[in-house]
């Protein structure tokens, strides 16, 4: 199982970046994808989800409006589309999947267990 978080970089406030998820030696598409960050000094928040078993999407109260997660099942690629990103969504990004969890399909941030490298964004003037 491996997943590559990837499409980080800096950018200005207002901006926009799209960061994916690339899955490789299984099918994504089973299973619920999250992404994660982790800013500097602070603790990992789930920012959003997207589940297999019915298509619903989650965002985090911080993100809401302003991302949007995606999946192209032909890629084996969830997206994490980033709008008008502000300083404080600086962090390293991070998705995963509960591979390891009867309940794959579905969005759980605490039975996330097999994750990618993560990708830094970084939203400054």
């Known amino acids: 199982v491996q997943l590559q978080a990837s499409g980080g970089g800096l950018v200005q406030p207002g901006g926009s970046l799209r960061l994916s998820c690339a899955a490789s030696?299984?099918?994504?598409?089973?299973?619920?994808v999250g992404w994660f960050r982790q800013a500097p000094g602070k603790g990992r928040e789930g920012v959003s989800c997207?589940?297999?078993?019915?298509?619903?999407?989650y965002y985090a109260d911080s993100v809401k409006g302003r991302f949007t997660i995606s999946r192209d099942n032909a890629k084996n690629t969830v997206y994490l589309q980033m709008d008008s990103l502000k300083p404080e969504d600086t962090a390293v990004y991070y998705c995963a999947i509960p591979y390891g969890s009867s309940w794959y399909s579905h969005c759980d941030f605490n039975a996330m267990d097999s994750w990618g490298k993560g990708t830094l964004v970084t939203v400054s003037s």
């Open positions: 030696g299984f099918t994504l598409e089973y299973y619920a």
């Open positions: 997207f589940s297999a078993s019915d298509g619903s999407t």
